[in-house]
């Protein structure tokens, strides 16, 4: 059930990104590269990821085209996109801690906007979900979701609606 400790998270949360479907596998290795490459995190990759040495680039339009460099922690190419994957009616939900404008308050964060558009914005804190501005890879900002086994101290933003999610670390 969900309110079973064994489904609880606790932990840092730095961006999240859900569709409305399932992505196809390009499509998925394409987000790890991605989130990858974004956040600092290229060691988690397994050696024969496509994007385990060069982030995927997107030069406004959806077939993929390899540069022969590599783009620094927290940058992103172009005016590219999540979305650009996928298409942005296919795209539901998207937090990203590293968009300061989205978030509201620091010790409980009290509104994290969803950024793909569709309102989906987390809100109404239980506990003190926190904006830490470096908890995550590279030290890059994340909200802290606490977990603990007193009901007291555990936290959450509540999102109105049913999502299906797959974990990726």
């Excluded at 596998?25 to 790890?32: L, R």
């Excluded at 998207?94 to 987390?122: C, F, M, P, Q, R």
Aim: charged share 20%; proline share 7%; net charge negative.
């Amino acid at each position: 059930s969900a309110g079973s400790a064994n489904f609880d998270f606790g932990g840092d949360v730095a961006e999240i990104l859900i569709f409305d479907r399932k992505l196809s596998d390009t499509e998925d290795k394409q987000i790890e590269g991605y989130l990858a490459h974004r956040w600092g995190a290229t060691d988690s990759l397994t050696l024969s990821h496509p994007y385990k040495e060069l982030p995927p680039i997107f030069d406004n339009s959806p077939k993929l085209s390899p540069k022969p460099y590599v783009y620094p922690v927290g940058s992103v190419v172009g005016s590219w996109t999540p979305a650009t994957i996928v298409g942005s009616s296919n795209f539901e939900v998207w937090y990203d801690a590293n968009d300061s404008s989205t978030i509201t308050g620091t010790s409980t964060v009290s509104l994290w906007k969803d950024k793909s558009g569709n309102s989906y914005d987390a809100k109404s804190p239980v506990g003190s979900p926190a904006y830490v501005s470096n908890g995550g890879p590279g030290n890059m900002p994340t909200i802290r979701i606490l977990r603990s086994a007193g009901v007291s101290n555990k936290c959450s933003l509540s999102v109105d609606g049913s999502i299906f999610a797959k974990e990726h670390y």
